[in-house]
């Protein structure tokens, strides 16, 4: 019944076996104990699960982990390169853009897919980029602030 | 929680048409999901078999129909569409459209024609497809046929696909010289789903009279509807003020709306009366340009 | 004052870099071997008695371990006001009745969560249904459905505060208004739904982990409820994904889980989902206000009334604070010489309503600003005026009730006063509206009646210097974690790396009533800031004798430079004394203990903060729609510890109090939660907030820390109100029903165009 799923997280490549409802959170987080993404409402609304797909952020809540075989993922652990801090991960630090935190990953690789689909967002792109992420308790602003600083050059690429 | 199944991921239309044929309404087709799993958690639907057409990549595709119009593979994502360089001149509200519909992550996975089969009336592209007056193919292992999207969902969550079929194909045509296209969809969260959708689609004739019109409502009836008799209020007329409020007038009547928690019956009416005439304007205002 | 060396600046938060990286653990990552997984089987009926229980096919399900009823429970009752035992009502696993749909009846453990699912579809739960009742308008007639046995119209508690003549002051007032209002509920909407891993083993005791605001209150509780003694249950708050009110009673996952636990002794953990997170956990209390408000011609307010009817939903919860506050709020922020209010909190089967940010005051400022503009129109004065005219004041008395100490309401009100004018003349249908609040530093209520102090810390300093800090303090996201490492660094004159913050683990960290009315920074804060001396004073004592002045010279640390007062270039290395000192202890670690308990303090605070907010909005005058274009808060909350916090309480406060003024509802349909899911629930995104400004206020609260006080739910007060008032000055209809929804400001401006016809 279960059937093979081969993926490549974070640089890292899996090869698992899952039922077939099994869902990408699911896989990540229960299979491979990538705990890092979360999970807030399981029904493509709140976006704390978002990861980023072959480039692209997906909700992986809403996506079958079998639809996912083959593909390269990034989960905010494959962010940091070592142990020194993504741009953007750095100016949420600055920019107190979390508060308890529950949301900044799939915050995160929401503004991470949007920087590599488009490195000079204006704020409204910035804001549509996050969009399809609650955040209860930052009300958004400091997430845009420390975008918005990335994109003008006030952070450096990890080598 | 959802019930396990069965997994099939075909590779090509013709396998999925097989595997279609052979289990028939046990099984349920699978393309983004971004609508179809949420059921699925639900218990609303437990398909004993689910053919995850996802991988179908000869479904995914953005090109000319020849005739200066475009044909569109069911299985292009929303995202894609949006950022076609192809959405241009007449076209371009479909990227519109695309851009209002719900987040980044689900336009990056979620696909045109998911969208137009879950059924839902509240969807953004139905009724911008009928005002383009698109029409759709669909295939089985018998064979072809093509429907005017307009004719496509025939109640709540309900379309016109028969067992063993499989949407494959958009084909929006050309539009007429001097036409423009316009889409606006109220609510009060600014990403989310349609309270009221209208698209208008206006061909001027000469002095600038409406010689053709098509108006499209969402989520104010069953299905996404046209509202033909608000059009025949404008067709062959000069539009003036008075005439849009009065096509807004009878389109708010035509509507068959339900009441629930984003609005009643009444607001969603007011709704289509204040909107038709504003999108209207707006897809004139293209015409001249175009 | 010296220059701050910590407090004041621009810090990471100490929980940043696991919070960036994604490698925080909350309850709801966890894992533990052999671990369990459970979940709740709850009342489809709002109102039924239970006949039958028949659990024996949900246990012959494979893989399911336990399953769990009220009968498997002591039959206690939980309720976080001890001392009052009518008001300790809810089993959480009911025995006899389920009053509100969701209620919990039986719960199961299993080897996965699907096989736990599986199991509640097999459980035969046999209902008599009875009728039911849902509005409190409803509930308190003769006739209605009794939702307790044996209470009066389903009265669950009324509230009476009084002072002055009001019936008096009255017959002196020149203008008298009349209003009634309606606030809807609304749902926390925690991004991690309530969560416990509980851990009972053989040895008879147990561990909780679980997202919650009081540490202490859930081992307390669950004590009340499993008769393990309190020193037996160990409960420990990983980092928690938001609270907002709606986690600090013991709730269904940590209860079902232990009982659970206790049966197995293995560890069982519990997730509730979205929809039970919506439908049955606590929210926002709904009200019905009736407000009488008389003035003279001048503007001066001589008295107010106030009655309020709240939907208390199945129990009593939080809810009889809230039904307090309310009514103390309603009078603020002015100088009412005159007052009086009596509320009524009654049952009904509907989802219990509680705490929510702002505890009652959102509903209060919302309906008092609203009239107060009212009011101010009818007597021809400037909204800003009026205020001002009536604001509370420094070191201001509410009779019998309150003293205010630090107040910077009207500075407050002159910032945003200037800033309404700067935008200067408006586009059509614009507006802008302005509502003032105040709000608590802590509230003065010890529930419990225990004999523990309010706030307690423990500092230690390790022979390296690192100092150890230990407070059952709640970060649930507000940052108190931070802003107690740098208050706590201030003080010992160190800097903030040097502290490692031990927090909210009833395992080793005194005691502390947790996250709720705002009381963290204030009575926490100087807990910790006493505790910390307690070490500086034992270090400076040691310094003392080491550099051994002729002259008795007052020493210092700061900057880890331990020196004299008066000659700072005459000093040692903190390092140095922290060595020194602990050899000369024998190798003790130097240790503090602080507490914090207001005495004296009046009946709700030991200090209260000031704000005045401006919402400018723009209708669509066709379909109602608005937009919230911008927000501009003028604020004290005394002196800023943490600004980047405060920062973000703000901007969080307005997605959350604009969603509650502009989006956010929970319709019903006999006692069902129409919205149970974010799909549904419409909350605040990105592209709907408005732009924010904050005006930032200098005061000084002799009461806090540092002069610190709140700064955190008391901003979830104005919004409501102001977007009232904007919407009132851009379009000239007024929605007395919140959520103030397009639909309804439609109708209102149909309604108003037919009378001018
Ligand atoms: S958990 Fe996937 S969108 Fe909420
Ligand atoms: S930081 Fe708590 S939800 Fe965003």
Known sequence: ????????????PYDIFVKPKTLLVEAL?????????????????????????????????????????GAEIVTIEGLAKGTELSPLQKAFLDHGSYQCGFCTAGMLMATTALLTENPKPTKQEIKE????????????????????AVVKGEYKEAK | ??????????????????????????????????????????????????????????????KSDGKGGLKIGALTTHRTIEKSSQMRDGFAVLAEMETRLASIQTRNWGTIGGNLCHGDPAGDPAPVLIALNATLKMASLKGERSLPVED?????????????????????????????????KFNIIESDLATVGVAASITLGAGDSCQDIRIALGAAAATPMRAKKAEAVL????????????????????????SDMQASEEYRRELVKVLVPRISKEAMARAKKA | MSEYSVIGKRVHRVDGPEKVTGSAKYTFDLVLPGMLYGKVLRSPHPHAKILKIDTRKAKRLVGVKAVVTGKDTLGHKQGIWRRFPELCDEEILCREKVRYIGDPVAAVAAIDEDTAEEALDLIDVEYEPLPAVFDPLEAIKEDAPQVHDGIELNININRHIEWGDVDEAFKKCDHIREDQFKCSSQAHVCMETHDAVVSYDYGGKMTVWTSTQSSYYIQRLMADMTGLREGDIRVIKPPTGGGF???????????CAAILSMKLCKPVKIVLSREEEFTATKRRTPMYYFLKLGAKKDGTLLAKEARVITEGGAYTAMGATALYLTGFFSSFPYKYPNYRYDGYRVYTNTAVTSAMRGF?????????????????????????????????????????????????????????????????????NHGIGVSAYGFMSGGIFNWFDTPYAFSAAVVRINIDGKVDLFTGACDIGQGSDTTLSMICAEELGVKLEDIRIHAADTGICPPDLGAWGSRETLMNGNAVKRAAAECKRQLLEFAAAKMAPNIAYDFDIKDRWVHLVDRPERGVSYFDIVKEAIRGKDGNAIMGRGHYTPHRKGMISPAYSFGVQAAEVAVDTETGRYKLVNVTTAHESGTVINPVGIEGQLEGAIMMAGGYGFCEDQPMDEGKILNPSIADYKLIRSLDMPETDILEIDTYEPEGPFGAKEAGEGLTNPTAGAIGNAVYKAVGVRINDLPITPEKVLKALKEKEKKKK
Request: hydrophobic letters at 35%; glycine letters at 8%; proline letters at 4%.
């Open chain 1, 1 to 12: 019944m279960k059937k093979e799923l081969k993926l490549k997280v974070n640089g890292q």
């Open chain 1, 29 to 69: 987080r229960d299979h491979l104990a990538l705990t890092g993404t979360k999970r807030g409402c399981n029904s493509s609304s709140c976006g704390a699960c978002t990861i980023m797909l072959n480039g692209m952020a997906v909700k992986s809540c809403s996506i079958l982990a079998l639809q996912a075989n």
């Open chain 1, 129 to 148: 980029g996050i969009d399809g992420n609650i955040c209860r308790c930052t009300g958004y602003n400091s997430i845009i602030r420390a975008v918005t």
């Open chain 2, 1 to 62: 929680m959802i019930k396990d199944f069965e997994h099939f991921a075909p590779k090509t239309l013709k396998e999925a048409l097989t595997l279609l044929d052979k289990y028939q309404d046990e099984a349920k087709i699978i393309c983004g999901g971004q609508s179809l799993l949420i059921l699925m958690r639900q218990g609303l639907v437990a398909p004993e078999y689910l053919i995850d057409i996802k991988g179908i990549s000869e479904l995914s595709y953005i």
């Open chain 2, 152 to 184: 496509f969902t025939l109640d709540y969550f309900e379309t016109a696909l028969k067992t063993g079929e499989l949407l494959t194909e958009i084909t929006v045509p050309a539009p007429p010289a001097h036409t423009g296209t316009a889409y606006t």
């Open chain 2, 235 to 258: 067709k062959g007329k000069k539009i003036s003020d008075a005439l849009l409020a009065q096509a807004g007038e009878t389109a708010s009547t035509e509507a068959d709306p339900i």
């Open chain 3, 245 to 255: 009110g709606s986690k600090f009673e013991l709730d269904s996952a940590q209860f």
């Open chain 3, 360 to 428: 009652g005051a959102p509903q209060s400022t919302f309906v008092g600003e609203s009239q107060l503009d009212m009011m101010a129109e009818d007597l021809g004065i400037d909204p800003i005026e009026i205020r001002r005219k009536n604001g509370m004041t420094p070191n201001y008395e509410v009779p019998g009730q309150a003293f205010i100490q630090s107040c910077g309401l009207h500075q407050c009100l002159d910032k945003i006063e200037e800033h309404v004018k700067e935008r200067g003349k408006l586009p059509p």
